[in-house]
């Protein structure tokens, strides 16, 4: 008799169980995602160049301004200079940077980024751009727009908190000064 009394209560713990996991399902898919972005550092000479010595010294930089910062994907470009400038942080955390083709243009290679990190969970996330796809990565995300980044600006790091479809934008520097940005580019 015993058995036949508990299962309704079983199936009604199993279907209350199934809707408090569905809850925390849908809670930590809307949970906050934060996304640091930044413009690769400084290139040397040449197509499709490697890091000059300044930056390699701002992607050590880079790499210690983050390492707490509970990074747990890291997004570059296919270009040198953005790989070498996620290297030090990579390797400090254990992680493999996911290179995103531009082979399509840069308007399919930045809604690429855009879905990559709206489809990112568990934890924080780098990209690694360029002067002309990290603000506009901004935007696409649901931050404010703004212009190219200059060609000498190197040391923005901005933070971008998604949550419930808003988002919040916080920039910071980082590493040595790059020089005063000119009036048409940030």
Not at 19 to 26: E, I, K, M, R, Y
Not at 89 to 99: D, F, I, R
Not at 129 to 144: D, E, F, Q
């Amino acid at each position: 008799m015993m058995g036949i009394g508990c299962a309704p209560a079983g199936r009604a713990l199993a279907i209350l169980l199934a809707a408090v996991g569905a809850c925390d399902l849908a809670m930590a898919q809307s949970a906050p995602v934060k996304v640091f972005l930044v413009r690769h550092a400084e290139p040397g000479p040449g197509e499709d160049p490697a890091l000059s010595a300044a930056g390699r010294k701002r992607a050590a930089d880079l790499s210690a301004a983050l390492r707490e910062a509970g990074i747990s994907a890291i997004l570059t470009s296919p270009l040198r200079r953005t790989r070498e400038t996620a290297a030090p942080l990579a390797a400090t955390l254990g992680l493999s940077p996911t290179p995103i083709g531009m082979a399509r243009g840069i308007d399919a290679h930045i809604d690429e980024l855009a879905n990559a990190v709206r489809g990112h969970s568990g934890g924080a996330m780098l990209v690694v751009g360029h002067s002309n796809t990290v603000p506009r990565l901004i935007g696409l995300l649901g931050g404010p727009t703004f212009r190219d980044l200059c060609e000498t600006t190197f040391d923005i790091l901005f933070a971008v908190e998604l949550e419930g479809g808003a988002a919040t934008l916080t920039p910071s520097r980082y590493g040595d000064a790059s020089p005063r940005p000119g009036p048409d580019c940030t």
